[in-house]
């Protein structure tokens, strides 16, 4: 049974772009929403969390967006560099209760 | 200060062998946890060690099991194993149970023949 379920699988952007991953998630109970980077050969790591206590979250060039009522959120990368090519996982965990449930991942690609 | 490391990074195994893999937790870091992560897929929760003790565990046979020492260090083992346990295993530590903000280690890829 999969708790989280992510898309697109891949996606390649041109530099400068704003690409979109979007991730929907099925236990109304989950309260904390990350999205971890991943590059080749390395563990991943927290990008930026989201409660669902606010809708939009920013920190640098990387975006939460979340909607409650749908049960989605989504990571937007803002004017996006070659080097922010990674898979991204999107999670969800009811805050210190529950271990992180993990979607299947993005690889994104940004092209020069 | 160190992250977290594990050790080996790359290991070859047999069916039915036995493997342990090992895990040293960030500075600070009381809790570990232990996810497989299959090639192309997300992080899959193995299971949870606090105090010495494990607190949670996934969806995941007896096969694989666990220890943490009085160091917070850790350590997964997997008997038996099949060729479907090929796979990189995580281990991640936190500050406290649950936490959503996990540091991971770089991994040990397992390569079941």
């Known amino acids: 049974q999969q708790q989280v379920k992510q898309s697109p699988q891949s996606l390649i952007v041109q530099k400068g772009g704003i690409p979109i991953i979007n991730c929907a998630y099925e236990?109304?109970?989950?309260?904390?929403f990350p999205w971890y980077q991943q590059f080749p050969g390395k563990g991943p790591a927290l990008l930026i969390a989201?409660?669902?206590?606010?809708s939009e979250k920013k920190e640098g060039r990387f975006t939460i967006s979340f909607n409650k009522s749908a049960k989605q959120f989504s990571l937007h990368i803002m004017d996006s560099q070659p080097g922010d090519s990674a898979t991204y996982f999107c999670?969800?965990?009811?805050?210190?209760?529950?271990?992180?449930?993990f979607g299947k991942g993005t690889r994104l690609s940004v092209i020069a | 200060d160190a992250g977290v490391t594990q050790s080996p990074t790359h290991l070859i195994k047999t069916r039915g062998q036995q493997v342990t893999l090992r895990c040293s937790p960030k500075?600070?870091?009381?809790?570990v946890s232990w996810y497989q992560q299959a090639l192309g897929q997300g992080p899959q929760f193995i299971f949870q060690?606090?105090?010495?003790?494990?607190?949670q565990r996934g969806n995941f046979p007896d096969r694989f099991s666990g220890h943490q020492f009085p160091n917070y260090s850790s350590e997964l083992n997997v008997n038996a194993l099949l060729l479907g346990d090929s796979a990189l295993y995580l281990c991640?530590?936190?500050?406290?149970?649950?936490?959503?903000?996990?540091?991971f280690g770089e991994g040990s890829r397992l390569t079941v023949l």
């Open positions: 236990n109304t109970a989950f309260d904390y």
């Open positions: 991640a530590s936190s500050p406290q149970q649950n936490s959503g903000e996990l540091f």
């Open positions: 060690y606090y105090e010495e003790e494990e607190r």
């Open positions: 500075s600070g870091h009381d809790t």
């Open positions: 999670a969800a965990s009811i805050a210190g209760n529950t271990p992180l449930v």
């Open positions: 989201i409660r669902p206590d606010v």
